[in-house]
């Protein structure tokens, strides 16, 4: 690969991994907006999430990505820069919410902690979920790739996804419950609504997962298989 490319590589998996923090910081942010997806005028089936998971299946998109385009080791040190973003936005987020507002501030010091006063034990939660069931989807889809011998590219998205948002969606519920924000009785409704939710996108991503690889594999020539190295 020419410089030129090498250099368009490199931007390119910087804008991933810019997509990747901006998702997972979104999604600890706005976590307290919940929403339902599906209700049924016949039964008492209504299915509630937050409208965090709108942002969040988006960051194991863009792993699976760059784990097939950029390997397992970049995959991972994207997973932990994604660690250092969010404790520093919990930083500066309780800092802020320590400062008074004056009195002609459009937001007062009581709303401002309604909507980020809590986020300590969604972004703890988060990051004890994000961290296992990421690193889970980064193992598991390059056990599938090296099974297959880098076909079926469907299977590995799907099958590592998938399982590692089943345990992820159980570990955020799990602390969030225990620290009293999510009621025990809303564990097992939220668990089901929200697996769903993030399986059916997996499944819906899918496509646009096979367009990008086939794209940045002609772009960069890569032969089937092969991944990019930056260094």
Not at 23 to 34: D, E, R
Not at 41 to 53: E, F, H, L, Q, R
Request: charged share 15%; aromatic share 16%; net charge neutral.
């Amino acid at each position: 690969m020419d410089k030129t490319k090498k250099d368009r590589a490199f931007q390119l998996f910087l804008m991933l991994s810019g997509v990747f923090v901006a998702s997972l910081v979104a999604c600890n942010l706005i976590f307290k907006k919940f929403f339902s997806y599906y209700q049924s005028a016949d039964t008492d089936i209504n299915m509630v999430v937050s409208v965090g998971i709108i942002a969040y299946p988006i960051t194991f998109l863009v792993t699976d990505l760059i784990s097939e385009l950029y390997g397992r080791k970049l995959a991972n040190q994207v997973v932990f820069s994604g660690v250092v973003v969010s404790l520093f936005v919990l930083v500066l987020i309780t800092i802020s919410d320590q400062v008074s507002a004056v009195s002609f501030s459009p937001v007062d010091d009581g709303l401002f902690h309604q909507v980020f006063g809590n986020s300590g034990a969604a972004i703890t939660s988060s990051m004890i979920a994000y961290l296992i069931a990421q690193f889970i989807d980064v193992r598991i889809f390059h056990f599938w790739k090296k099974l297959t011998n880098g076909k079926m590219l469907w299977l590995r998205n799907n099958f590592s996804t998938i399982p590692s948002q089943l345990i992820d969606t159980a570990v955020v519920l799990l602390v969030l419950c225990q620290a009293g924000e999510i009621g025990w009785e809303n564990f097992w409704p939220f668990l089901g609504a929200g697996f769903l939710f993030k399986a059916i996108v997996a499944v819906l991503d899918t496509p646009i997962l096979y367009g990008a690889v086939y794209w940045a594999r002609r772009y960069f020539g890569l032969k089937e298989n092969e991944e990019i190295s930056l260094y």
